[in-house]
């Protein structure tokens, strides 16, 4: 009798614990936490103990089975802990908020309608402070409209954009601008003769040398250089580039191949075909910005080329029911790029001299500016071409004083007359002599 009883006991006991492990296990998978989770994990993802000023913590999931922490009146359902407090903008490193009125230069330059002006002032100062200082500690916020600039940061990185906009907006440096002389060699060799007049200064870009010269070197170089039978001038100084003023060239074909085949017996020839474009060309961006000293000038350069060399033709089988033998080409691009990415300060008493080495120039012709200084690019260089490149980059004052063009090699190497460019630069020296 006894023994009957503590197996009916052993039974209605083990029937229990089972009934009650089954309703945990349904309320714990109810919630939105997987059967396996972990103790620790399961913990993390209880609902909040107390609820955001605008937003409310939800203890249930919801149908798609996401545990929801936030109910946002705006953004919606939400498993992220979100709040609205704008009193909790972080300042633990006594960030402070100022507003820079940029009228000046956005509204007193003449921009077209169209431009962002505004967008040339964030860019240098991300160029100059770090894209870092602006997404992690200490927090900080950066933004512009036409009007203004508004930046939330620490004393310290207000000092640097209030002097960027100050350089910007300055009037005494408006009338100021920058002329570019691009040439091309097809050896680099030039530098034999032209070392006495060079000073090195130091360029991060690989491959890619930068000197300062005296105005009478750099005359006596650019004669020098224009004696050569290879010498090209690839974009004369005829244009300004005026202070603070973003100048930017695109001149890219697309160019379209096929890439790849993949056999299928749904299409009309049994395979279907994988055609790609690459954008060959070039873009280029030139932004030059006097220092509130008077002294010096830095400018940002941008270049980026891509050159497709050649396509190499690569055969792949693409057998059908109807022809088991058939065999369709491809092709894969052998492609030769170039970038450059530099700010460079220099006195502007000096020329500033680049070496970009011996690149790729692709010829182009679809230019979203057709009259630039860099228009060159397109008409005077060949097809899948190299050539070592050289940028002469001057700062000038004022616009009466025309500007002579180098005499340029005719085909038996005799030098051609000289012509006079557009006007630029009143305190131009660099220019005189080379008549």
């Given at each position: 009798?006894?023994?009957?009883?503590?197996?009916?006991?052993?039974?209605?006991?083990?029937?229990?614990?089972?009934?009650?492990?089954?309703?945990?296990?349904?309320?714990?998978?109810?919630?939105?936490?997987?059967?396996?989770?972990?103790?620790e994990v399961a913990s993390s993802l209880q609902p909040l103990a107390t609820a955001p000023e605008t937003s409310t913590a939800v203890a249930s999931a919801n149908p798609s089975g996401r545990?929801?922490?936030?109910?946002?009146?705006?953004?919606?359902?939400?498993?992220?802990?979100?709040?609205?407090?704008?009193?909790?903008?972080?300042?633990?490193?006594?960030?402070?908020?100022?507003?820079?009125?940029?009228?000046?230069?956005?509204?007193?330059?003449?921009?077209?309608?169209?431009?962002?002006?505004?967008?040339?002032?964030?860019?240098?100062?991300?160029?100059?402070?770090?894209?870092?200082?602006?997404?992690?500690?200490?927090?900080?916020?950066?933004?512009?409209?036409?009007?203004?600039?508004?930046?939330?940061?620490?004393?310290?990185?207000?000092?640097?954009?209030?002097?960027?906009?100050?350089?910007?907006?300055?009037?005494?440096?408006?009338?100021?601008?920058?002329?570019?002389?691009?040439?091309?060699?097809?050896?680099?060799?030039?530098?034999?003769?032209?070392?006495?007049?060079?000073?090195?200064?130091?360029?991060?870009?690989?491959?890619?040398?930068?000197?300062?010269?005296?105005?009478?070197?750099?005359?006596?170089?650019?004669?020098?250089?224009?004696?050569?039978?290879?010498?090209?001038?690839?974009?004369?100084?005829?244009?300004?580039?005026?202070?603070?003023?973003?100048?930017?060239?695109?001149?890219?074909?697309?160019?379209?191949?096929?890439?790849?085949?993949?056999?299928?017996?749904?299409?009309?020839?049994?395979?279907?075909?994988?055609?790609?474009?690459?954008?060959?060309?070039?873009?280029?961006?030139?932004?030059?910005?006097?220092?509130?000293?008077?002294?010096?000038?830095?400018?940002?350069?941008?270049?980026?080329?891509?050159?497709?060399?050649?396509?190499?033709?690569?055969?792949?089988?693409?057998?059908?029911?109807?022809?088991?033998?058939?065999?369709?080409?491809?092709?894969?691009?052998?492609?030769?790029?170039?970038?450059?990415?530099?700010?460079?300060?220099?006195?502007?008493?000096?020329?500033?001299?680049?070496?970009?080495?011996?690149?790729?120039?692709?010829?182009?012709?679809?230019?979203?500016?057709?009259?630039?200084?860099?228009?060159?690019?397109?008409?005077?260089?060949?097809?899948?071409?190299?050539?070592?490149?050289?940028?002469?980059?001057?700062?000038?004052?004022?616009?009466?004083?025309?500007?002579?063009?180098?005499?340029?090699?005719?085909?038996?190497?005799?030098?051609?007359?000289?012509?006079?460019?557009?006007?630029?630069?009143?305190?131009?020296?660099?220019?005189?002599?080379?008549?």
């Open positions: 009798m006894c023994f009957r009883f503590f197996v009916g006991l052993f039974f209605v006991s083990g029937l229990t614990w089972m009934l009650l492990s089954r309703a945990e296990a349904q309320q714990t998978q109810s919630n939105g936490v997987a059967a396996f989770t972990s103790p545990r929801i922490r936030s109910r946002d009146s705006v953004l919606g359902d939400r498993i992220a802990k979100i709040t609205t407090d704008m009193e909790k903008i972080p300042k633990s490193h006594d960030q402070i908020w100022r507003e820079y009125d940029i009228t000046p230069y956005t509204k007193g330059r003449n921009f077209p309608a169209t431009t962002q002006p505004e967008q040339t002032i964030v860019d240098w100062i991300l160029r100059q402070t770090g894209t870092k200082t602006w997404h992690s500690l200490p927090f900080g916020i950066l933004t512009a409209d036409s009007d203004k600039l508004y930046v939330y940061h620490t004393k310290e990185v207000q000092l640097i954009v209030a002097d960027i906009v100050d350089r910007f907006v300055n009037p005494q440096f408006f009338n100021e601008s920058c002329t570019i002389r691009m040439i091309s060699l097809s050896r680099p060799d030039w530098i034999a003769k032209g070392h006495p007049y060079l000073r090195p200064m130091w360029i991060a870009s690989p491959g890619v040398q930068g000197w300062i010269l005296e105005r009478e070197g750099a005359q006596a170089l650019l004669q020098e250089l224009a004696r050569r039978t290879d010498f090209k001038e690839i974009a004369p100084p005829q244009f300004l580039i005026p202070n603070g003023i973003a100048h930017n060239v695109v001149s890219k074909k697309q160019r379209t191949y096929l890439r790849d085949v993949q056999i299928n017996a749904a299409t009309l020839n049994g395979y279907a075909e994988d055609r790609v474009t690459i954008e060959e060309g070039f873009g280029v961006s030139f932004v030059p910005l006097s220092f509130l000293d008077g002294l010096d000038i830095a400018a940002t350069i941008k270049l980026d080329i891509v050159q497709i060399e050649k396509m190499i033709p690569l055969m792949i089988d693409a057998p059908t029911t109807t022809n088991p033998r058939q065999r369709i080409q491809i092709e894969s691009p052998q492609v030769a790029c170039f970038k450059l990415d530099e700010m460079i300060r220099w006195p502007k008493n000096k020329i500033l001299l680049l070496d970009l080495g011996t690149i790729p120039l692709p010829n182009s012709s679809e230019q979203t500016e057709p009259q630039n200084i860099f228009s060159g690019l397109a008409k005077n260089i060949a097809p899948s071409s190299r050539a070592n490149v050289l940028l002469f980059i001057e700062c000038v004052a004022g616009n009466s004083v025309a500007v002579p063009i180098l005499p340029v090699p005719s085909q038996n190497g005799t030098m051609l007359p000289t012509r006079s460019g557009s006007a630029i630069g009143a305190n131009s020296s660099f220019w005189q002599g080379i008549r």
